[in-house]
């Protein structure tokens, strides 16, 4: 987990509403990816970042996804308006050299 | 496309036998493999990784993995296996190529080792 932390780590919405996933980078890195977890899906990537840039969001299952990196410590992920289906382990995710380096999660229910 | 496949969902072993957990792959050229460990409640923590050179690489608490290129397999291995080491496994694979970013993660085998 070191080098990325994550909030809120929990999250319950109604459907509907707007959810705001963070990330912050605390280390060196060359990338950022969002992936969700699920049990059905295991880890899927939905969009990854090189310097900020974002590269590949083919992932991103709908348009309801949104995510940015204003900067090189900042990172957020969008959901609006969040639907039950939505509800996973989202996590944060650095690339450093070889390695991925990820955060503890954002666990979202959506009732 | 990259894939990873991990054949059993669910692995069990007893306290101090061997454990050993599947992996087989698919990638265009050369591979970058990985094994991560994930904890109730915890994101995936590297255990271990082969880049290139001796096929048989060591990683954290005691684990190991074996590249076999001929059978596309990476298979994660420990001699004597801990009830702490009860987690969900992750394989994953990248291409070796410059540009290369995306790491294809298998599903995941659940390891419980019994007291």
């Known amino acids: 987990d070191a080098g990325v932390i994550q909030s809120p780590r929990h999250e319950v919405t109604e459907m509907g509403q707007e959810v705001t996933l963070r990330c912050k980078p605390i280390?060196?890195?060359?990338?950022l990816f969002w992936y969700r977890q699920t049990m059905m899906r295991g880890l899927e990537l939905l969009i990854y970042f090189n310097n900020n840039v974002p590269i590949d969001d083919s992932g991103m299952p709908e348009d309801r996804f949104s995510a940015k990196m204003p900067n090189a410590s900042f990172s957020t992920l969008k959901i609006q308006p969040s639907e039950p289906r939505d509800s996973a382990v989202y996590f944060c995710?650095?690339?450093?050299?070889?390695?991925?380096?990820f955060g503890q999660g954002t666990r979202l229910t959506v009732v | 496309a990259q894939s990873v496949a991990q054949p059993e969902d669910q692995v069990n072993v007893a306290e101090g036998n061997p454990l050993t957990v599947k992996c087989t792959y698919s990638v265009s050229g050369n591979p970058y493999l990985f094994w991560y460990v994930q904890y109730p409640n915890r994101g995936l923590q590297f255990l271990l990784k082969?880049?290139?050179?001796?096929?048989l690489v060591k990683g954290s608490y005691g684990f190991e993995a074996e590249f076999n290129k001929s059978q596309t397999s990476f298979h994660l291995k420990k001699p004597s296996a801990l009830v702490s080491d009860s987690a969900l496994y992750f394989c994953a694979v990248r291409a070796s190529g410059a540009g290369s970013y995306q790491l294809t993660f298998g599903k995941g085998t659940k390891l419980s080792v019994i007291p």
């Open positions: 995710a650095l690339r450093r050299n070889t390695e991925a380096f």
């Open positions: 280390s060196g890195h060359d990338y």
């Open positions: 082969y880049i290139t050179g001796d096929n």
